[in-house]
């Protein structure tokens, strides 16, 4: 599909991409009363799903970024806005973000689709919704786009598309791009609950060797990356993982209508992860790069009744693209 022009225009502070990274999350008071269903996986973990129901028949299965979980201002933001135009919607917390550690000594990473097709699986099974729709943010767009063409032939007819926001489909150049001084202040944010993590599964798992002096000194995710989630994935390296992981090269198989939107100023995003070939030679797949929004930001202005560009496009592309 051609690329589309963003409409995208926030007043000057906004078009600062650090600036709007920040500011959503720092100072967006975004809240939703969610009904929290618990599922038992394949491998006898647990899966916490977050619901808002509005008695409809569309679902929207929100999949949050590193670190987040359902309370997360951009999820919050997204579900209210949905269930305001009579949408359902579920968070779907990866495994350890649900606020209580997940069982087994693995939790998740970038390409772990096989949680996402268990739990759509699990809500087409278990609920009669005639439309299904994914809507990723981060991490969880890579896991959103992955998915769709990963799984393409697997895909029930009730899944219709999906949308990403702010996602590193290329992991490989994104980390090198997470490595530059201007993003020193976000990795260091994510380390915070990272290692803290990786410490206590050390602890509840003493057959894990975990070498904690190099966990206390890492300063990048490739450390991170040899410490535990090649090990504990079964990965061969941390280049392997990328390369394994990253959604750029199931994009060409999507055969959903899906929508990737990534601000040209995210501060995240390497050259790579602007997927303009591979939107201009799909049927299926489009691009939109506006000049700002940050990471998962696009606010548009101190106005909280003008800050709801991003629910209203995923909205918008919901209604015109995908339940036409």
Known sequence: MPIIKSTFSPTLPFKNGHFNTMYRPLFRKDTCKYQRKRITTWDKDFIDLDFSFQNSKTLVVLIHGLEGSSQSTYITATSNYLNAKKIDTVCFNLRSCSGQDNLL???????????????????????????????????????????????????????????????????????????????????????????????????????FHLDKEKLFKATKFKHLEHLYTVPVFGFKSPEDYWQKASSKPYIPKIKLPSLLINAKDDSFLSAACYPEKEAKQSDYFYLETPNYGGHCGFISSFKSQENNWLEQRIYNFIRKKILI
């Open 105 to 207: 000594l693995a939790t998740y990473h970038t390409g772990k689709t096989d949680d996402v097709h268990f739990v759509v699986n699990h809500l087409l099974q278990n609920y009669a919704y005639e439309n299904v729709i994914l809507v990723g943010f981060s991490l969880g767009g890579n896991l959103t786009l992955k998915y769709l063409g990963e799984y393409q032939q697997q895909l029930n007819e009730r899944i219709k598309g999906g949308i990403a926001i702010s996602v590193p489909v290329d992991i490989a150049s994104a980390e090198l791009e997470l490595d530059k001084l201007k993003n020193k202040l976000y990795v260091e944010l994510f380390f915070k609950t990272m290692k803290n993590k990786i410490l206590e599964k050390a602890f509840k798992f003493p057959e």
